[in-house]
Structures are given as C-alpha cells and as structure tokens.
C-alpha cells in the first residue's frame, strides 16, 4: 500500500488514464526472473512490451504482482535506495510509528508494521486516491501476456467487501487489511479491519475470514442517533477502538 502512496503522490492519475509508460527491458525481465525463482508474487512481463502506469498499479493491488512495483518505480526514475527513503520518509508523516520499510514491495523480514499503522494507511490511501477504491474492488483484472487473473483479497466482491490488500510470507504470515461497505439508514461508509500475522494451513484464508468477523464485529456497536441537526451516525462501543 506505501508503494502505491508514493506512486501516485509522483504519478497522480485517476481511473481513465493510462499514465506514462515503459519499454520492459533486459534488466527488468532479470528482476521478474529473480522473483519468479525466489517465490514472490509476480506476473509475466515480456522483452520489449509496453505497459502504462494503470495497467501495473491494477496488477499491483489486485493481484499482488511484485515485480510490476519495480517498473513503477523505473517509470519515476529513483533508484531503490530513494523510493525507499521516501516510503519512510511518508511514513513518518503519516504518523505510522510502528512502521519501517527496507524495500519497495515490503515483503522483507525486515519490513516491520502494525495493524494499526495499516488500517491508518488504508484509510488514507482510499480517501486521497479515489484510482485505489476503483481498483481494488475488481475481483479480477486483464493484464498484458497474463490474461484475466484475479483478486487475492479475500472475499472481494462478497458481503460487501470492497478491498483492500491481503499478502502472504512465511515471517509475516497471512494478512487481510479489508474495507467493508456498511448502510445505516440513508449513510453508507467504510469500516475496517486488519488482520495480521495467521500461521498454518491457507493462512491468506484465515486471515480474511478473521478481518470479516472483525469488520462484522463493529457494527452492532454503530448507531443512527437523532440531533438537533439531524440524523447522524455515532460510535457507542469502546473508544479505543476508533481511529479519527
């Protein structure tokens, strides 16, 4: 999710737009080879293809392709060591305390986060950048020398979920942070929740159904209450449940 942040505070871009494009060359075809032997999410790239910004934020978000944050990145011009700085630098700004990158794609070890640092992230990543919402509510999304591949988010599609990123290591396990789609009366908004670090058999799985039940848990405690201004919605559970 911090890639896609910096991405589009370089490369704003909204929904319609291709954005600028690469020629895919010898060295990124090495990169996508390197994260095909050792494992990581990817999808195909060829020599010599164009491809355009919109085209590998989609891969990116849906289907959690690696290799296209790297082209991203050649499309901006930094080196590794830059986006990177500036992945910590937004962090910071962010007020994600507990956060820390030391790679662009964030599937290091030594990539550290907490659930709150990521429901804060998502939630802003899906406020400033309306391109996110569009995205990643697609339960699938054609990609070039792909074809149709579809959605590792949990449950996308289904009750209501609407995004908004799962991932999968073995040091972090399975995580889901899911953004569902609730209507009170005549307001229909987001919650969300974040599931971290599920271990075991289709730990991915476990992880969004456990953000659903999370998520499901809120809504009891939302509540349509009648002001001298109007109806409105009020949060009566816990107060350290709620982030602003």
């Not at 550290?112 to 509510?137: F, H, K, R, Y």
């Not at 969300?192 to 992880?207: F, P, Q, R, T």
């Not at 456990?210 to 349509?224: C, N, T």
Request: a negative charge.
């Amino acid at each position: 999710m911090m890639t896609v942040w910096v991405v589009l505070h370089q490369l704003p871009l909204t929904f319609q737009e291709r954005g600028p494009c690469l020629v895919v060359n010898a060295h990124d075809v090495a990169l996508y080879n390197y994260d095909v032997d050792s494992g990581q999410s990817n999808a195909r790239i060829v020599l010599g293809e164009r491809i355009c910004e919109g085209t590998l934020l989609r891969g990116l978000l849906v289907h959690s392709a690696g290799d296209y944050s790297q082209l991203l990145m050649s499309i901006i011009g930094w080196s590794p060591t830059t986006f990177v700085r500036v992945m910590n630098k937004d962090a910071r700004a962010l007020d994600l305390a507990r956060t820390h990158y030391v790679d662009l794609t964030g599937i290091a070890p030594a990539d550290q986060s907490t659930a709150e640092d990521q429901a804060t992230l998502a939630v802003d990543l899906m406020t400033d950048e309306p391109i996110v919402d569009q995205i990643v509510a697609l339960t699938h999304v054609a990609l070039p020398y792909n074809g149709v591949v579809i959605s590792y988010t949990p449950f996308i599609g289904l009750a209501n979920v609407v995004g908004i990123k799962s991932g999968f290591t073995n040091p972090a396990g399975g995580c889901d942070v899911m953004a569902v789609k609730v209507t009170i009366g005549n307001n229909t908004f987001l919650t969300y929740a974040v599931v971290l670090g599920e271990h075991g058999g289709n730990a991915l799985g476990i992880a969004g159904d456990d953000a659903l039940a999370l998520s499901r848990s809120l809504r009891p405690s939302i509540k349509q209450v009648r002001t001298p201004s109007g109806v409105q919605l009020e949060w009566t559970g816990p107060v350290a449940d709620v982030k602003g």
